[in-house]
C-alpha cells in the first residue's frame, strides 16, 4: 500500500517528544465537522509509557498520554492537506473533507485509509517505545499537493519562556532540521 506513487510525511517519534516537543496556548489545525454519533470505532493502545487513542471512523487523536504527561487536550483531525489549483489558490483539507475507506489491524499498531474523490489517505501508527507516525497521500486530481501536516495534535503551554521544560523541533522546509 505504501509503494504507490505519492507523497509520504515525515515519520515523527512521539517517544523523542519530551526533550523536543513544545507547546502552544493555541489549538492547532482544524475543528472536526461530524458529530460524536458519526465517529464510532475507537482504537486503543496502552504500554508502560503510553495510553493512545484514536477514532478511526472520525480520523482523531482522541488521547495522547506519553510518560505521564497529555499531548492531546481535544479531538483534533490527525492530518491537513494544502492545495494548490493552477491558478495558485490554496485550499486546505482535513479529515472531514474525507470518507472513511477501512483500517486494518498491524501487529503493534494500525492503518486507516480516508477517500475524496481526487485523494486516498493512508495513516499509519505503530505503537512501541514511542509512536510511530506514517502517511501516504495518493493524489489523482487536478491540483498539487503544497504541503501535508501530520499528526496534528494540540498540546498546553510548558515552554521554556513560560518556566516549563519544553522545546519546540519543527522541520519547516522538506530535508532540515
Avoid at 502552544?24 to 458519526?38: M, R, S, Y
Avoid at 482522541?62 to 490527525?78: H, Q, R, T
Avoid at 504541503?147 to 513560560?162: G, L, R, T, Y
Wanted: proline fraction near 2%; glycine fraction near 10%; charged fraction near 25%.
Amino acid at each position: 500500500m505504501f509503494g504507490k506513487p505519492s507523497i509520504t510525511a515525515l515519520t515523527e517519534k512521539i517517544g523523542l517528544w519530551p526533550d523536543l516537543c513544545g507547546y502552544c496556548d493555541n489549538h492547532i489545525g482544524v475543528n472536526i465537522n461530524k458529530t460524536l454519533a458519526e465517529m464510532k470505532v475507537m482504537i486503543s493502545y496502552k504500554t508502560d509509557n503510553i495510553e493512545f487513542q484514536f477514532n478511526e471512523e472520525g480520523g482523531y487523536i482522541e488521547k495522547l498520554d506519553f510518560k505521564g504527561k497529555n499531548y492531546a487536550f481535544s479531538p483534533i483531525s490527525v492530518f491537513q492537506i494544502a492545495l494548490r489549483d493552477i491558478n495558485g489558490k490554496q485550499e486546505r483539507l482535513s479529515v472531514d473533507s474525507f470518507s472513511f475507506k477501512e483500517s486494518n489491524a498491524l501487529s503493534n499498531g494500525f492503518e486507516c485509509v480516508y477517500q475524496n474523490d481526487a485523494f486516498e489517505v493512508t495513516v499509519k501508527a505503530e505503537v512501541k517505545d514511542g509512536i510511530e507516525w506514517g502517511i501516504d497521500v495518493t493524489n489523482n486530481g487536478e491540483d498539487i499537493i503544497e504541503w501535508v501536516n501530520f499528526p496534528q495534535i494540540v498540546v498546553a503551554n510548558d515552554m521554556k519562556d513560560s518556566g516549563g521544560n519544553s522545546k519546540i523541533l519543527w522541520g519547516f522546509n522538506e530535508g532540515c532540521l
